[in-house]
Nanobody, 119 residues
Framework: QVQVVESGGGLVQAGGSLRLSCAAS????????MGWYRQAPGKQRELVAG???????NYVDSVKGRFTISRDNAKNTAYLQMNSLKPDDTAVYYC?????????????WGQGTQVTVSS
C-alpha cells in the first residue's frame, strides 16, 4: 500500500508565505510525477504545480512567480513554497503522487491540507 501525507497548511495573512510538504511512503517501484492541486469551495479541483522525476515543473498561470514546486527523490517528498499569498489562494491543497507499476502507473492522493489566506 502507498500512503500520501500532506502537511504545512494553515492560516496566513495576505502577502505571507507557507510551505507545504507531501511525503509518500509504502512499498512501490518508483515515483514518476508529483503534483499539487487545490479545490476551493464551489470550484473544481485544479492543478497548481507539477514536477517530473527529472525535475521539470509546470504551474498554473495564477501562481507563476509566486509558488515553487520542488522534490527530494531520496525522501519521496515534494514541496510547494508559496509566497505572496492572496485570498484567492484559499483552498484545500491536495498532493498527487504517480507511482510506476509493472504495467502502467497509478495515482495516489493525500487527504488534503487547508490553506486560508486572510485579507
Amino acid at each position: 500500500q502507498v500512503q500520501v501525507v500532506e502537511s504545512g497548511g494553515g492560516l496566513v495573512q495576505a502577502g505571507g508565505s507557507l510551505r507545504l510538504s507531501c511525503a509518500a511512503s509504502g512499498s512501490f517501484l518508483r515515483i514518476t510525477d508529483m503534483g499539487w492541486y487545490r479545490q476551493a469551495p464551489g470550484k473544481q479541483r485544479e492543478l497548481v504545480a507539477g514536477i517530473s522525476s527529472g525535475g521539470s515543473s509546470n504551474y498554473v498561470d495564477s501562481v507563476k512567480g509566486r509558488f515553487t514546486i520542488s522534490r527530494d527523490n531520496a525522501k519521496n517528498t515534494a514541496y510547494l513554497q508559496m509566497n505572496s499569498l492572496k485570498p484567492d489562494d484559499t483552498a484545500v491543497y491536495y498532493c498527487k503522487v504517480v507511482i510506476a507499476r509493472i504495467l502502467g502507473t497509478r495515482d495516489y492522493w493525500g487527504q488534503g491540507t487547508q490553506v486560508t489566506v486572510s485579507s
